[in-house]
C-alpha cells in the first residue's frame, strides 16, 4: 500500500465534525468513570492490532484525543495505507489518563471501521491484480460517514466512484422509465448537467448500443453473467468505458475484471465491515498531588 501522503485526505474541519459527533453522543455531559481518576494523572498508552490489517483513519483517531487534550503526544508506527501486522504496536500516546480514557472508544471505533473499510478494499484490489480494471466504491456507506470511508477505501487501493448524488448523473433504471427512454434521459443530463459525467445504467445489450449511441460518459452493466460481459467489452470496442456492478464478491471478482470492463463497483467494501480487532492499554505513570 500507499502512505497516506499519497492520498487526498478530508479536510479538518470534515474530520472535527465527525469527530464532535462521536464524542458527543458518547460523552454527553461528562465522563462519569474517568472522573474517578486523579485530576493530571499522566498516562502511557499502546495501540495494538490484534490482526493483520491495512491501516486507516489516523488522522480520526488522532482528532478524538486532542479535541480533549490538545498536548497529548501520540506517535504512529503504522500509518495509513500501511500493513500492520497481527500484534503488533501501531500506536504509542503520552497524555491526561482522563482525555485518554474519554476518547479511547471513539477513537477505536474511527480506527477499527476505517482500517476494515481499507483492509476490504486491498483484498478485491489484489483479486484484480495482473488486470486493467480499477475496483470503485458505492453510495452503499455508514450515514455520516462517507467521506471518512470513502477515503479508507482509497488507503486500500481502491478507486472513488462519484461522492453522492451531486456530483456525478448515474441514470438509472427508475431513471430511464421516468425520463421517457435512455436516449432522452442522456439529452437531459447534457442540457441541464453540462459539467457533470453521465453513466448510464444498462441491463442488456440493445441498452448498452442505445447508450454508446446516446453518447453516455460511462456505462454500467447491471447484473450482466461473465458471457454477456465479455461480449459487451468486445461489442464497445473501447468507445465507452465499461463498469461493472452488482453481487460482485472476493470469488467473483477476477473472473469479472478478465472479461475487459474498466471498472468494477463493490458496495461490500462500505457495507459489509468487520471492525478490526484493535486494543489499547494504558500505564498511569504521574498523578499530582492529592
Known amino acids: 500500500m500507499t502512505q497516506a501522503s499519497s492520498f487526498a485526505q478530508p479536510d479538518a474541519a470534515q474530520i472535527a465534525a465527525d469527530v464532535q459527533r462521536a464524542l458527543a453522543e458518547d460523552v454527553g455531559q461528562g465522563d462519569a468513570t474517568a472522573g474517578l481518576l486523579p485530576v493530571h494523572a499522566q498516562a502511557h498508552a499502546e495501540l495494538t492490532c490484534r490482526e493483520q490489517a491495512v491501516i486507516a483513519g489516523c488522522a480520526w483517531f488522532d482528532a478524538c484525543f486532542r479535541r480533549l487534550d490538545p498536548a497529548v503526544h501520540i506517535d504512529w508506527l503504522v500509518r495509513d495505507g500501511e500493513q500492520a501486522t497481527a500484534g503488533s504496536v501501531i500506536c504509542r500516546l503520552h497524555g491526561d489518563a482522563r482525555s485518554l480514557v474519554t476518547a479511547e472508544r471513539a477513537a477505536l471505533n474511527f480506527l477499527q471501521l476505517l482500517s476494515a473499510t481499507a483492509t476490504i478494499t486491498a483484498g478485491y484490489v489484489a483479486a484484480v491484480a495482473g488486470t486493467a480494471a480499477q475496483v470503485l466504491d458505492t453510495r452503499k456507506t455508514i450515514p455520516g460517514l462517507r467521506v471518512a470511508q470513502k477515503y479508507a477505501v482509497r488507503c486500500g487501493g481502491g478507486h472513488n466512484q462519484r461522492m453522492g448524488l451531486y456530483d456525478a448523473v448515474l ?6 422509465i421516468a425520463a421517457g427512454g435512455i436516449t432522452a434521459a442522456v439529452r437531459a443530463a447534457r442540457e441541464r448537467q453540462p459539467g457533470l459525467m ?5 441491463e442488456n445489450l440493445p441498452e448498452l448500443s442505445e447508450a454508446i449511441a446516446a453518447g453516455a460518459d460511462r456505462i454500467m452493466l447491471d447484473n450482466f453473467d461473465l458471457p454477456q460481459m465479455a461480449e459487451a467489452v468486445r461489442h464497445t470496442a473501447g468507445r465507452v468505458p465499461l463498469e461493472a456492478s452488482g453481487n460482485v464478491d472476493l470469488q467473483s471478482i477476477g473472473p469479472v475484471a478478465r472479461t475487459g ?5 463493490v458496495g461490500a467494501l462500505t457495507k459489509h465491515v468487520r471492525a478490526v480487532d484493535l ?3 494504558l500505564r498511569v505513570n504521574q498523578a499530582s498531588p492529592a
Open 171 to 176: 441514470i438509472k433504471e427508475n431513471h430511464i
Open 261 to 265: 470492463v474498466d471498472f468494477i463497483s
Open 198 to 202: 453521465v453513466e448510464v445504467e444498462v
Open 279 to 281: 486494543s489499547l492499554r
